[in-house]
């Protein structure tokens, strides 16, 4: 490889951060999202990425049912740049449009940022995308938001994460009182205390004032017992808590954790400089060909998702590529493993908010999106060079199941074409009963957005009206061993045995308790969350 482009590739990876953020709706996201915006300079003024969402409304072109709802299908990368770093920030449709995409999005993040609101502790919809993080090993960096308002104290909310979690906790920086009494945060780093002052909701950047632990005037400042209380958890966290280890934190066994508030933009300033301190830079990808380093000189990405009909005028489909070596060019032509076709990437476009703008390059750590005339799915991989694939994107644990009925028989063929394609594009899975008596397709789902989706596309898309018919189910096991590891077992109870698109089975309870009591009835049953990639 010529050293320049190995040069260019160093260069370009040792700037960039890419980083999703995981947390319950409320805990502050859109909020944290404007804020390091705001520093990063992308933007001028917090308030303009809630502005956008409420614009959308207005703007024509966007998949009807996203202006019926005003919510947001599209996945949205934010690339902004801070000290001397690119930052990919991928985001996590939460909410409302909650879905596998959520999960899938943590497929091609090298970072988690964990968002706890202070009063709420970990919440459920944290810890489930908190399991995914950990299956991937990823960094959990914590930000712990909303000190302005009275919350749980900071010893309390280590322990639970270090309890319920299992990983080890290192506080970076340390609160001095919270809520109305909330006076700001000790910087373990540089010893120095950075005083809180309230600003009206945080349009601009705070005011910083620091003052040394050893001010003379640090008591009054303080107020006397907020002084001394913090002095007491200090020296109990510096005595008896561990020492930052940035190999536990890469490996995700360690979370440096920041204590801040959002909306009055403090705390967000420190948590950024760390963050880049501590980040993982984009590293190797597992391959068919081995590890591939990211400054691996043949270009190579995978798809992490797919957006279908954003503007239903052109019926364009974006796929959205992780790009893992080398370096992406408007125009290059790449082979797409799966097919073994050849494929001229000559849209490429990279996503601010909804804004799409035609890209030139992008490298190691970015994702790019890419005109899908059909032929990408959730997983493939796309490269230069030598042949490799990455290992698949898995099946995520379903929550919401329904039988999907066709009632026009006429419409046979478009509603079965409809339903494989989108499986396909993992737009939803897709289970049947093992009772063959019962052959219409069930939608298994993480969110009911994904439900929505189907059949607003089906209809659009097919010309097929479909009808729903829930099931009362919201927990679904892969059995290890299959069919015959599920047979050995005899008959189960309070269970529906149903089959994935790979005929594989998959038990689905009612709740976790169902679940639990089989387990102990059975321990010789093994049972996954997640199903392994077909390959
Ligand atoms: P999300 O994307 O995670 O769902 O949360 P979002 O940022 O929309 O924040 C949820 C609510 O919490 C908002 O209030 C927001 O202002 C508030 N919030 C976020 N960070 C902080 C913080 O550090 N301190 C306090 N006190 N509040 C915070 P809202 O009333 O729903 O909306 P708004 O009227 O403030 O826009």
Redesign the pocket.
């Known amino acids: 490889m010529s050293s320049e482009l190995q040069a260019e590739l160093q260069t370009a990876v040792e700037r960039r951060r890419n980083f999703a953020i995981i ?12 804020k390091l915006l705001l520093y990063g300079g992308a933007i001028h003024e917090a308030g303009s990425v ?1 502005a956008r969402r409420a614009q959308r409304h207005a703007t024509s072109d966007w998949m009807a049912m996203e202006q019926q709802r005003g919510i947001s299908i599209t996945s949205t990368v934010l690339q902004f740049a801070y000290r001397s770093c690119q930052i990919n920030l991928l985001d996590t449709p ?2 409302q449009d909650f879905s596998e995409d959520t999960y899938r999005t943590l497929a091609a993040a090298d970072n988690a940022v964990m ?1 706890i ?1 202070a009063a709420k502790g970990l919440e459920p919809q944290t810890r489930k995308l908190f399991e995914v993080c950990r299956m991937r090993s990823l960094p959990i960096f914590t930000f712990i ?5 009275p919350g749980q104290s900071p010893l309390e909310l280590m322990d639970e994460i270090e309890k319920e979690l299992g990983m080890q906790t290192y506080a970076v920086n340390y609160p001095i009182g919270m809520g109305d009494r909330f006076k700001g945060v000790f910087d373990r780093g540089t010893r120095k205390i950075h005083l809180f002052e309230r600003s009206e ?1 945080g349009k601009r950047e705070a005011v910083n004032t620091v003052i040394d632990v050893g001010d003379p005037d640090i008591e009054t400042l303080l107020e006397q017992d907020l002084y001394y209380q913090f002095k007491d958890e200090l020296e109990m966290i510096e005595e008896l808590g561990s020492e930052l280890d940035l190999d536990a934190v890469h490996a995700g066994e360690m979370t440096p954790i920041f204590f ?5 933009n ?1 705390g967000v300033e420190l948590f950024l400089n760390s963050f880049l301190d501590y980040a993982l830079k984009p590293g190797i990808h597992e391959s068919t060909q081995g590890e591939i380093s990211p400054t691996h000189p043949d270009f190579s990405g995978f798809v992490f998702k797919l957006q279908a009909n954003m503007d239903p005028k052109h019926r364009d489909r974006v796929a959205f590529v992780r790009v893992c070596s080398g370096k992406f060019e408007k125009d290059m032509t790449v082979s797409h493993a799966r097919s073994g076709k050849t494929v001229r990437l000559s849209r490429p476009q990279k996503l601010f908010a909804q804004d799409r703008e035609v890209i030139e390059e992008a490298y190691p750590g970015d994702v790019i999106g890419l005109n899908n005339p059909g032929v990408f799915a959730i997983g493939d991989t796309i490269y230069s060079g030598q042949k490799l694939e990455y290992e698949g994107i898995p099946c995520f644990s379903p929550e919401m199941f329904a039988f999907l009925r066709n009632p026009n028989p006429s419409k046979f063929k478009q509603f079965r074409k409809g339903v494989s394609e989108l499986r396909e594009e993992g737009a939803v899975q897709i289970m049947y009963s093992a009772d063959e008596a019962k052959r219409d397709p069930i939608l298994a789902a993480v969110g009911q957005l994904q439900f929505e989706v189907v059949q607003f596309r089906l209809q659009n898309e097919y010309g097929v009206e479909t009808l729903l018919d829930h099931l009362p189910y919201t927990v679904a096991r892969w059995v290890d061993g299959g069919w015959d590891a599920l047979h050995k077992v005899g008959r189960i109870f309070n269970t529906l045995v149903v089959k994935d698109s790979w005929e594989r089975p998959v038990l689905l309870f009612r709740n976790e308790w169902n679940c639990q009591q089989l387990e102990g009835d059975h321990p010789e049953l093994k049972l996954n969350k997640i199903a392994p990639v077909v390959s």
């Open positions: 947390s319950h709706p409320d805990a502050g996201k859109t909020t944290l999202t404007e809630k939460g909410h968002l609101d938001n909303k000190l302005d308002r909701h801040g508030s959002a909306m009055t403090f």
